[in-house]
Antibody
Framework: QVTLRESGPALVKPKQTLTLTCTFSGFSLTTNGMCMSWLRQPPGKALEWLALIDWADDKYYSASLKTRLTISKDTFKNQVVLRMTNMDPVDTATYYC????????????WGQGTMVTVSS | DIQMTQSPSTLSASAGDRVTITCRASQTIYDWLAWYQQKPGRAPKLLIYKASRLESGVPSRFSGSGSGTEFTLTISSLQPDDFATYYCQQYWRYTWTFGQGTKVDFK
């Protein structure tokens, strides 16, 4: 069974760095075609893709947030980590990790999401 | 960046209705289009990928069509479990963009 679970702080202060961890099971990120992404959804708003890392350790970022994001993976721990610097109240959202399986370029498995509030 | 525009934003329907949601891309994305269902407080669920391919385990009343810049999601006979928000998502050159969502609620 494939599962994803996000973890990280529920509250961060403005200008701080957010670090989120996605722990997954049921598949390997070393498998050709496997990719993991981070996405977010502000309350009552649409989904936004943030970053992706693939089985070959190639990384891709949203153009609008590229300077603030770093995605990395630990294949031994089955974890993917997202760092977002210089947090602002507009970054308040539910953050999801999700998998892309093979060449479909669609997110087939999602974590339950973790709500992050940015406030002083 | 490619923009995705969904219509309508809200759709009121009854159980048993045939429902169609449209998604338009600001430039051609060939068939790199997916559809998701999201219920309040839950993560999105993949329904359709590559414009028309039904994800495993998704009921056959859901179908997708289109290519280029115009796409549709159709629910052939709306069931009580289908009242939710639906999002389209495009892929093009290592960017993924979502539409603003269509909420399907009770008429």
């Amino acid at each position: 069974q494939v599962t994803l679970r996000e973890s990280g702080p529920a509250l961060v202060k403005p200008k701080q760095t957010l670090t989120l961890t996605c722990t997954f099971s049921g598949f390997s990120l070393t498998t050709n075609g496997m990719c993991m992404s981070w996405l977010r959804q502000p309350p009552g708003k649409a989904l936004e893709w943030l970053a992706l890392i693939d089985w070959a350790d190639d990384k891709y970022y949203s153009a609008s947030l590229k300077t603030r994001l770093t995605i990395s993976k630990d294949t031994f721990k089955n974890q993917v980590v997202l760092r977002m610097t210089n947090m602002d109240p507009v970054d308040t959202a539910t953050y999801y990790c999700a998998r892309i399986r093979g060449p479909q370029h669609a997110f087939d498995i999602w974590g339950q999401g973790t709500m992050v509030t940015v406030s002083s | 960046d490619i923009q995705m525009t969904q219509s309508p934003s809200t759709l009121s329907a009854s159980a048993g209705d045939r429902v169609t949601i449209t998604c338009r891309a600001s430039q051609t994305i060939y068939d790199w289009l997916a559809w998701y269902q999201q219920k309040p407080g839950r993560a999105p669920k993949l329904l359709i990928y590559k414009a028309s391919r039904l994800e495993s385990g998704v009921p056959s009343r859901f179908s997708g069509s289109g290519s280029g810049t115009e796409f549709t999601l159709t629910i052939s006979s709306l069931q009580p479990d289908d009242f939710a928000t639906y999002y389209c998502q495009q892929y093009w050159r290592y960017t993924w963009t979502f539409g603003q969502g269509t909420k399907v609620d009770f008429k």
